[in-house]
């Protein structure tokens, strides 16, 4: 048993050996994410991710080493979290996420959580969260900064909500184009995993309807309500969207 345990009753250690948790990303916020749910006795996770370990991603991607380097993300990912805790179900998915594929993965698991480096991937996340009744935590990092949040249909905002539209084409530079410091995937992506943790268990208020944003420079944390909008194209009282898009396209043909 995991000291992570003492903290849950029996009930809600047997619903975290029961859950299963997608995660969008073996990278920064996937890594994280991944050894804290499985440190907490989580039962099953899922890792979807087509990329493989470059040098580049070892001073914020805490699951891959040096010796990774050109492995599969998932299957660098899943060797860690064995040797973490060997009894743990981990299910790889090295496969990018499309609108072929979103639905039928998406409802093999309880919850999903977003760590995607691209607009045109958040935008997939969302859509087939919504359309499977699946809830999705989402965070994302940039430079010095970062944001967590949860989404759960039918009790609050949805991504397009707060993001009616993607920036333009270029407006925004990926993590590699500006950078993010290392220590602050790890830091989001554990809150990330507390927000996995309270939805799995009912323990505590998940940050649905608020978007928690947090400044590394100034150590300075800030909560801004999220509001759904009621003419959201997904979520909203009169929804257009009923079947996943070309997000590729929608975000203007580039994934960033």
């Known amino acids: 048993m995991h000291m ?30 991944a050894y804290a749910l499985a440190a907490a006795g989580v ?12 040098l580049s991603n070892l001073q914020r991607q805490v699951l891959h080493h040096t010796a990774d380097v050109g492995r599969p993300k998932v ?8 040797g973490l805790r060997p009894g743990i179900q981990v299910d790889l998915h090295p496969v990018a996420l499309t609108s072929e594929n979103a639905l039928d993965l998406f409802r093999q698991y309880d919850l999903i959580v977003d760590g995607s480096d691209n607009f045109a ?17 989402h965070g994302s990092i940039f430079r010095f900064d970062g944001q967590v949040t949860t989404f759960v249909p039918g009790e609050g905002p ?22 993010v410091i ?30 928690l944003i947090f400044s590394a420079l100034d150590m300075g944390v800030s909560e801004v309500q999220i509001r759904r ?28």
């Open 75 to 82: 299957e660098s990912a899943r060797e860690k979290i064995l």
């Open 229 to 256: 909008n009621p003419e959201c194209p997904v979520c909203g009282e009169h929804p257009t969207i009923h079947e996943l898009m070309d997000y590729e396209q929608f975000c203007g043909g580039v994934g960033r």
């Open 4 to 33: 992570t345990h003492a903290c849950f009753t029996p009930a809600e250690r047997e619903r975290l050996d029961r859950a299963s948790v997608l995660l969008i990303g073996c990278g920064g916020l996937g890594s994280a994410v």
């Open 182 to 211: 290392g220590v602050l995937p790890g830091f989001i992506g554990s809150l990330m995993a507390m927000e996995a943790l309270k939805l799995i268990t009912g323990r505590g208020s998940p940050l649905i309807g608020r978007l």
């Open 158 to 179: 949805c991504y397009r909500c707060v993001y009616p539209t993607p920036p333009p084409p270029g407006a925004v530079p990926s993590c590699a184009e500006a950078g």
């Open 43 to 54: 039962g099953r996770i899922g890792l979807c991710d087509m990329d493989r370990v470059d």
């Open 121 to 137: 991937t958040r935008y997939l996340v969302n859509d087939a969260c919504v359309l499977t009744g699946r809830p999705q935590v």
